[in-house]
């Protein structure tokens, strides 16, 4: 078995656009979208580096570097999903993810259930495998005052 981390933070789109959050692959309307070259999923890009951190094969920048225009706006689960097909090739299987989302808004509690549907099935897993959580920062910085999210994430492999 092997273990991997990762994290991540993007701060919330300025000019309040609000087509929509997307978190942990689930679209949350009425919050303002994270700025990222894809999607901005803070969660599942936490995720992802935790998965190639396990399988000692980098993080998501190195897979999928920030301006390719090849994936401009992607939704993060196409990511995740190229992730899996790697780990798989290198004769791994996602054994287990715990996580934890950091933000002050918006409210993720009801939200929290469907993430974790959402990232197991994209891993493949049952989502009794997956575990996701949330936090506030307690109104200290960027995070604290609304105008970040930030993930964090531990995965195991089974080889």
């Known amino acids: 078995m092997r273990a991997g981390t990762g994290y991540d933070i993007h701060r919330f789109r300025e000019g309040g656009a609000t ?3 997307r978190l942990g692959g689930v679209d949350i309307p009425g919050v303002p979208q994270l700025e ?3 999607d901005g999923d803070a969660l599942i ?3 992802a580096d935790a998965l190639l951190g396990a399988a000692g094969e980098g993080d998501i920048g190195q897979h999928f570097p920030p301006g390719d225009p090849e994936t401009a706006g ?3 689960r196409e990511l995740l ?3 899996v097909r790697l780990v798989a090739a290198r004769g ?3 054994h287990n993810v715990d996580s934890t989302v950091i933000a002050e808004q918006p409210v993720l509690g009801p939200h929290l259930a469907s993430m974790r549907d959402s990232i197991a099935h994209t891993l493949g897993i049952d989502p009794s495998a997956v575990n996701v959580k949330a936090t506030t920062n307690e109104g200290l910085g960027d995070i ?3 105008r970040a999210i930030a993930a964090t994430a531990i995965a195991t492999l089974d080889e």
Request: net charge negative; glycine share 20%; no cysteine.
């Open 19 to 21: 087509e929509g959050l």
């Open 36 to 38: 990222g070259h894809s």
């Open 45 to 47: 890009h936490a995720i």
């Open 74 to 76: 992607i939704d993060s």
């Open 81 to 83: 999903t190229r992730i």
């Open 92 to 94: 791994f299987r996602v």
């Open 144 to 146: 604290g005052e609304g």
